[in-house]
């Protein structure tokens, strides 16, 4: 692609700090579709990504709750951390490129896909945001997304742990969300997280897909080795889980009790 490589220009997007050059740069690269394989490989990767300078980069566990959906202050914080969720989306893929070398071009060529989604899904909130009358990065941001994703640099635990735990969770807290905005009258907002939904299925489907075909490589059990990954990620209250969405994701009636535990769906 152009002159240089596939790998370097995923590499610049990483480090890119001002968003919509970000989100523009990666919509090109998904645009071209032209890479081979062996260019895949670029410079090394940042440990974080680029964030603008006055944005507040913040451990999760000095992150405020966020106020309730039932004020416009609280739809606002939702949006804006939705938005910052779904911007880190666009970059672990981008690291499930450049950290994974190697592979087939299926495989890349589905990274770029849920690369060219999250784009959009971001665009989309912000764009909600601003029409609320909220500047992405008016609010603190962390880094738990990303930071995750590199602690699992193995390539099955980390198609494990992205996609088909902390991704599947969104999907498990979509419908909700969605009922509260709907029920605060934001039903245009709740419209977009719908569609956000219906995509992320498919990204989760994307990494079920991956993750079996690497676990036959090496001889596992995708079943034993995904419940083994998930015992890490249990949640300590009851949560609902979203099992119709997670079967069309591609989850077996065997994770998905695993998942449940002991907890309500």
């Known amino acids: 692609m152009m002159e240089e490589t596939i790998g370097e220009a995923l590499v610049e997007v990483l ?8 989100l523009k740069l990666a919509e090109e690269i998904c645009r071209s579709g032209n890479f081979r394989v062996k260019e895949i490989q670029g410079p090394p990767i940042p440990p974080q ?14 992150l405020q709750e966020r106020p ?12 804006h951390s939705v938005a910052h969720i ?8 981008i690291l499930a490129i450049l950290e994974f070398p190697g592979r087939e071009a299926e495989y890349y060529r589905d990274m770029l896909y849920i690369i060219a989604e999250e784009v959009r899904h971001t665009r989309w909130l912000i764009r909600r945001l601003e029409e609320l009358g909220e500047e992405m990065g008016s609010r603190s941001v962390h880094l738990g997304l990303w930071n995750t994703a590199r602690a699992y640099p193995d390539l099955c635990d980390r198609l494990a742990v992205v996609p088909r735990i902390l991704e599947a969770r969104g999907l498990d807290v979509s419908h909700k ?31 079920t897909k991956w993750f079996r ?3 036959r490589e090496r001889g596992l059990s995708p079943i034993s080795h995904f419940l083994s990954i998930s015992r890490k990620f249990q949640p300590s209250r009851p949560v609902a889980i ?17 998942v449940k535990g002991k907890h309500q769906t």
């Open 213 to 215: 075909r690497v676990c």
């Open 242 to 258: 979203d099992r119709e969405g997670r079967r069309r994701a591609g989850f077996s009636e065997a994770e998905l009790e695993f």
């Open 177 to 207: 969300i969605r009922r509260q905005l709907v029920g605060a009258g934001d039903r245009e907002s709740a419209r977009i997280l719908e569609e956000i939904y219906l995509d992320e299925i498919k990204h989760v489907a994307l990494g």
């Open 68 to 79: 309730s959906l039932t004020q416009a202050d609280g739809r606002r914080a939702l949006l």
């Open 15 to 22: 480090v890119e700090p001002d968003i919509h050059r970000k």
């Open 49 to 62: 990504p680029g964030r603008p300078k006055d944005w507040r980069v913040l451990p999760t566990e000095e």
């Open 86 to 93: 779904e911007l880190s989306a666009v970059e672990l893929p």
